[in-house]
């Protein structure tokens, strides 16, 4: 059995060509044609991701959102004709794991599902803070604590570190990296990462012997424990 995947759209040709194409990638789908049915389905069963519309009848995307996070963290991919910077922000804030613009490419609308579950996959316990040996790094109040003193990160720096940290001994390539920290439609040089990770060797470097943050030549980067754990 599949992946579960909610979609809310009210238009049964954009709703059908995405049922297509998502069951052709092995997804369940159910398909809500309004906001009030929407909340229905959720009640029903949990789906592992929601693909929601936010021009809607009954009620629109934004209420549908905000109801659902009154209970759950499900993922929540906003689908919209409104490409406003407004729009957008709006619906991260209130709880949308990502956004995305009408009209669209299928291939991107895959690519964007997988990415927001494979940031899903962290473990509730480690989602925004970890701790390791004279290393705490705080994605709830966006700080880095190396050796007991603060030090100043940028928000994108940190959220590298973390999401390497986040699975320890596990090698991402540049283009993962740039996929699930800065996000599908970042088309910059993949060298930034190497430029983020160079930063961060300076301030985290030779602070503990229990891990490190290794490049793995021809390949990408990882967060090596070697010899201690996650506290």
């Not at 790094?137 to 940028?154: A, H, M, Q, R």
């Not at 800065?182 to 040089?189: K, Q």
Request: proline share 4%.
């Amino acid at each position: 059995m599949g992946r579960n995947i909610l979609v809310v759209e009210d238009d049964p040709n954009i709703s059908d060509l995405i049922r297509m194409y998502l069951v052709k990638e092995g997804f369940d789908v159910r398909i809500a044609g309004d906001g009030g049915r929407a909340l229905e389905e959720f009640a029903k069963g949990v789906p592992d991701l929601i693909l929601l519309d936010i021009m809607l009848p009954v009620m629109d995307g934004w209420a549908v959102c905000a109801k659902i996070r009154e209970t759950s963290k499900v993922p929540i991919i906003m689908l919209t004709a409104k490409s406003e910077v407004f729009d957008k922000i709006h619906g991260l804030e209130m709880g949308a794991d990502d956004y995305i613009i009408k009209p669209f490419e299928m291939k991107e609308l895959i690519a964007r599902i997988n990415a927001v579950l494979r940031r899903t996959e962290i473990p509730d316990d480690t989602k925004k803070r970890l701790v390791f040996d004279k290393l705490i790094i705080n994605l709830d109040s966006y700080e880095l604590i190396v050796d007991g003193k603060k030090v100043d990160t940028p928000p994108k720096e940190l959220e590298l570190l973390y999401h390497l940290a986040a699975t320890p001994n596990r090698v991402y390539t540049r283009n993962q990296l740039l996929d699930e920290v800065w996000g599908f439609d970042y088309f910059g040089d993949s060298r930034t990462v190497d430029v983020h990770i160079k930063r961060l060797r300076e301030k985290v470097e030779n602070v503990s012997d229990q891990w490190a943050l290794k490049t793995v030549w021809g390949v990408g980067y990882k967060f090596e424990l070697t010899g201690g754990k996650q506290q």
